[in-house]
């Protein structure tokens, strides 16, 4: 695990090694414990790294070469399947210099070419120099686990792993990039292969590209495959399952440094926790989360269904409850977030990853079960339309307009019944993809149009995914949406960050590859029934989890941001959406602005993540536009609420 970085120059002047140093200087926090660079003999292009040592302690350093020199590699993440990759490349001949995960690629790639990424089960970006053929070849893994930002001019191509690593080099500058606003403020983050940045963009999952004689050629190698599987009986469904879940967790618990798992007592962090307990001759490290305060803290605190995981598992549990300083993180936190999101589980990531890093250098995550296998409520629409159109059409109105008079809060067992209520009602009678779309929205685009006076972009992200997605099976549509957007562009992106923020490598067995493709040729029909979500992945853990578990009700992995807007952080919120603030930064209408924030703190709306939207996109603008640093702008709010 680490960050990596380079450069390749169109104009023929040299790669500064000096400039790649300023690359990994800034991203240190990804790699502490080793550095490197290569830059080939006419100095067209610079390949650079920052290491966190994870396999082969003492001779994984990067970058690493082929037998002559003629091929270079950096590699960020872990190929998992390496060892059998090794042995098949080894009974053809090859000779390895190292014991690390990373050397494998750059002996498949003389064998297979650019194919060989078809062969690598793991979670990657990486860069390939091959001098024979003057050719640069970067990529990134098939879900997106992994980012990797690139920046491209007439002089010059540079790529990182972190975009600030990317305003290090001569002439760049950070830029606000206005195209972006409309599908930021729809969805709470920028979709791929945009950025917040003007002129740095993201690669997206499962993409190459290369650089030579030139020219820059980019391409697709991998996606979620479309064709549904029907033949399989329920009883052969939950068998494959339980297997490919259990492989999955085993292939990933390689390491040769200490290794642990969040726990949430949610299924999937539990399903992840069961099988490395299963795998383990020593207790498993779990690691979990609670807050400190009211009813909304209560809401979000899972610790007490954690413990009674980590007994039944046997596991060494760690609990922090926390009542995070958040004016003092948030600077902080989208610094090393590049891009600003409205999903708060980016602090309780980071808080929660800071805890484990006191003890283990790699956790395991249960980020993507709810993809894979409809945990999501949002996949029980079809379900719970088919019984309201049961009712005369009046009634449904009735319904419907009774519930937008109702207030709203998501930080209350009550009101945020009501509020799953409200926007159920309000997209029942709407199309399968406007009614995701409505479920996921954190402003509706009309309301977009109105907050940048029609000047947000004219992306539409949801719209070009659902078009690319071709499924018939509504469930698994969804899926491959989910997959193309809010999966790579948000939790694995804030997963990534925030864990690599204080240097822990964060892996996702349930998104290993093989076990992706299982989970999507399952019928929709078999994966949520009769209104039970991930009805066939809790009928394959019920030999591990008990029910109470299994079938408990969904809390994210958040916090109670909206409770904290409307009580410790309200004078931050109102100072950094004033209208003064708003019209200096010249991106919004102050009037939306304004009625939004009263909306929210009225409960007519719970506006949690649209006004986080706006107060993040106003913090990230103050340390990277304005150039501040994360203790200036830390300093600035909480002078606010001194």
């Avoid at 993540?609 to 909480?638: C, F, Q």
Wanted: glycine share 8%; net charge negative.
């Amino acid at each position: 695990m680490c960050g990596i970085h380079g450069l390749y120059r169109f104009d023929g002047t040299r790669v500064d090694p000096a400039q790649l140093s300023a690359m990994g200087d800034v991203t240190v926090h990804r790699g502490p414990d080793d550095e490197g660079q290569h830059i080939d003999p006419n100095g067209r292009c610079g390949i650079a790294m920052r290491r966190l040592s994870i396999i082969d302690l003492a001779g994984g350093h990067q970058p690493i070469s082929n037998a002559d020199d003629s091929v270079w590699l950096v590699c960020n993440g872990e190929i998992y399947n390496f060892r059998e990759l090794r042995a098949e490349l080894q009974a053809r001949g090859y000779r390895f210099k190292t014991g690390s995960d990373s050397e494998v690629l750059l002996h498949l790639y003389d064998q297979m070419g650019d194919d060989f990424v078809h062969r690598l089960d793991g979670m990657f970006n990486f860069a390939l120099w091959d001098e024979r053929r003057k050719r640069l070849l970067i990529g990134r893994d098939h879900l997106g686990v992994k980012p990797l930002y690139v920046h491209q001019s007439g002089a010059m191509l540079g790529f990182a792993t972190e975009a600030k690593a990317l305003l290090q080099l001569p002439g760049m500058r950070a830029e606000l990039n206005r195209e972006v606003l409309g599908d930021y403020l729809h969805l709470g983050y920028v979709p791929a292969p945009q950025s917040m940045f003007k002129g740095i963009r993201k690669l997206p999952p499962a993409t190459l590209l290369a650089v030579e004689n030139g020219e820059v050629r980019e391409w697709r190698y991998w996606r979620l495959p479309s064709r549904i599987d029907r033949a399989p009986s329920e009883a052969e469904w939950v068998e494959r399952i339980r297997s490919g879940m259990e492989a999955a967790v085993h292939r990933q618990m390689v390491s040769d440094v200490p290794i642990g798992a969040f726990l949430s007592g949610g299924v999937d962090s539990s399903a992840v926790v069961a099988y490395m307990a299963k795998h383990s001759e020593q207790p498993i490290r779990t690691y979990a989360i609670g807050f400190e305060g009211g009813e909304a803290e209560r809401l979000y605190n899972e610790l007490p269904y954690a413990r009674q995981v980590a007994t039944l598992l046997g596991t060494e549990h760690h609990e922090i409850v926390v009542r995070p300083d958040v004016v003092g993180l948030l600077p902080k936190l989208l610094w090393h977030m590049d891009e600003p999101v409205a999903d708060s589980a980016f602090i309780t990531t980071y808080l929660v990853s800071e805890f484990a890093r006191r003890d283990v250098k790699v956790i395991l995550s249960g980020v993507g079960g709810d993809e894979l296998f409809g945990g999501y409520r949002r996949y029980l629409g079809d379900h719970y339309v088919r019984k309201l159109q049961r009712l005369p059409r009046w009634s449904r109105l009735l319904l419907s307009r009774t519930a937008g008079l109702l207030p709203s809060d998501r930080h209350s067992t009550l009101l945020n019944t009501v509020r799953l209520a409200r926007g159920f009602l309000a997209s029942a009678e709407l199309s399968a993809d406007d009614r995701y779309r409505a479920y996921l929205q954190v402003l509706e685009r009309e309301t977009v149009a109105a907050l940048t006076r029609g000047a947000g972009g004219g992306s539409d992200a949801l719209a070009a995914a659902f078009a690319a997605a071709g499924q018939d099976d509504a469930l698994n549509r969804m899926f491959a949406v989910d997959a193309e957007t809010q999966l790579p562009d948000d939790l694995l992106l804030l997963t990534d960050k925030m864990s690599m923020a204080v240097s822990l490598e964060c892996r996702v067995p349930l998104l290993d590859r093989q076990l992706v493709e299982l989970a999507a040729a399952i019928p929709e029909s078999l994966k949520v029934k009769n209104g039970r979500l991930k009805h066939l992945m809790k009928d394959a853990l019920a030999d591990i989890l008990p029910p109470d578990i299994l079938d408990r009700k969904k809390r994210g992995f958040g916090t109670p941001m909206g409770a904290w807007l409307k009580r410790d952080l309200a004078p931050v919120l109102r100072r950094l959406l004033a209208r003064d603030v708003v019209h200096d930064r010249g991106l919004f209408d102050a009037d939306v602005v304004a009625r939004l924030v009263a909306d929210h703190e009225a409960a007519r709306i719970d506006g949690t993540d649209a006004l986080l939207a706006l107060m993040n996109l106003e913090i990230w603008s103050r340390l990277y536009l304005d150039g501040h640093s994360p203790d200036d702008v830390t300093a600035e709010l909480k002078s606010l609420i001194a």
